[in-house]
C-alpha cells in the first residue's frame, strides 16, 4: 500500500542520478523541472502548502520561512513535492504540523494523502539503500537513529519510520502526543505483537513525561508492561525516548534486551 509514494519517489532519484544524500537545493531543482514552483514566506498555522492549476500541470509550493531548522525544511519541501507528484489537482493542501506526523497507512483519504507524502519525502530523503549502509551492523540505539538522521538531513521522526522498513533489528517505535499513544510502526519481524491500546504503560518513559515532566532516557522494562497480552515470560526489552520539544510528543523505541538473565 506504502509502496506508491516509495517507487515514485526511487524514479525520481534514478531519472536525475542521484545517489546519495539529497539537499535542499537539489528538491528545488526537481521541483522547478517538474513545473513546481517554490517560495518561502510566512504561512500562518501551516509549515508547507501547495496550490494546483487545474489547467496545466503547475502547481505553487510555499514553504514557511519560520522554519529554521534545516532538515525540517527539506522534509516540508519534499512532502509538498510529494503532494506535486502523486496528488495532482485533486484539491490543494495546507500542511500543518500535525500533518507531517501522520504516519498511519490505515487513516481516512485525507490523512492518507498526507501519509502518503510523508512516505515520499522520507523515501526520497532516506531511500533504502542508503539506510541500509548507514545503519547494517550496528546495535540499536537513540543515537543511531540521529546518526541516520544526521547523515541524511531528514527529521528525526522520518528516520525511526525508515529504520523500521529497512533496518535489521526487530523493533517497535511507539510515538505519543499528549499523553496518549499517536501511532505504532515496526519492523515486520517484531513479533511481541501490536498495541491496541492509546493509553501508555504506567511507569513507562512517555508516561512519566507526560505525568511530571521528567524526561529519563534508556531503561530496561518488562516486555509485558507493553504488552501485556504476552504473559509473564520475564521477556524484557529496551526502551529508549526521545521528547520533541516543539511540540509535546515522544517518541520511544523498544527492542528485546539481548544481554537479560
Ligand atoms: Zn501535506
Not at 493542501?93 to 502518503?116: A, H, I, L, P
Not at 525508515?162 to 517497535?172: E, H, L
Not at 513479533?191 to 534508556?218: A, Q, R
Request: some cysteine; hydrophobic content about 35%; overall charge negative.
Amino acid at each position: 500500500m506504502s509502496n506508491r509514494a516509495a517507487r515514485v519517489a526511487n524514479q525520481i532519484r534514478k531519472e536525475f542520478f542521484i545517489h546519495g544524500r539529497i539537499d535542499l537545493g537539489e528538491i528545488e531543482d526537481l521541483c522547478a523541472v517538474r513545473n513546481a514552483f517554490v517560495k518561502y514566506e510566512q504561512i500562518d498555522g501551516a509549515q508547507g502548502r501547495i496550490l494546483f492549476s487545474g489547467a496545466s500541470d503547475k502547481s505553487m509550493i510555499t514553504v514557511d520561512d519560520c522554519i529554521d531548522y534545516l532538515p525540517k525544511e527539506k522534509f516540508v519541501l519534499a512532502h509538498e513535492f510529494g503532494h506535486h507528484l502523486l496528488h495532482k489537482q485533486l484539491m490543494n493542501f495546507v500542511c500543518q504540523e500535525y500533518d507531517f506526523n501522520k504516519w498511519n497507512k490505515n487513516s481516512s483519504r485525507t490523512d492518507y494523502r498526507e501519509y502518503e507524502a510523508n512516505n515520499f519525502a522520507a523515501e526520497l530523503l532516506m531511500p533504502k539503500y542508503l539506510v541500509r549502509d548507514i545503519t547494517s551492523g550496528k546495535g540499536l540505539s537513540v543515537s543511531l537513529m540521529e546518526d541516520l538522521s544526521d547523515e541524511l538531513g531528514s527529521s528525526i521522526t522520518s528516520a525511526y519510520i525508515q529504520y523500521t522498513k529497512y533496518g535489521d533489528i526487530p523493533c517497535y517505535v511507539v510515538f505519543s502526543e499528549n499523553g496518549l499513544i499517536e501511532w505504532v510502526t515496526k519492523t515486520d519481524d517484531f513479533y511481541l505483537g501490536f498495541l491496541d491500546e492509546e493509553d501508555l504503560p504506567i511507569n513507562s518513559t512517555p508516561k512519566v513525561f507526560f505525568d511530571n515532566g521528567k524526561k529519563k532516557k534508556k531503561e530496561v522494562c518488562d516486555a509485558i508492561d507493553w504488552f501485556p497480552k504476552l504473559g509473564d515470560e520475564g521477556l524484557l526489552l529496551n526502551e529508549e525516548s526521545i521528547y520533541l520539544d516543539s511540540y509535546s510528543s515522544v517518541i520511544t523505541l523498544l527492542w528485546i534486551c539481548e544481554d537479560y538473565g
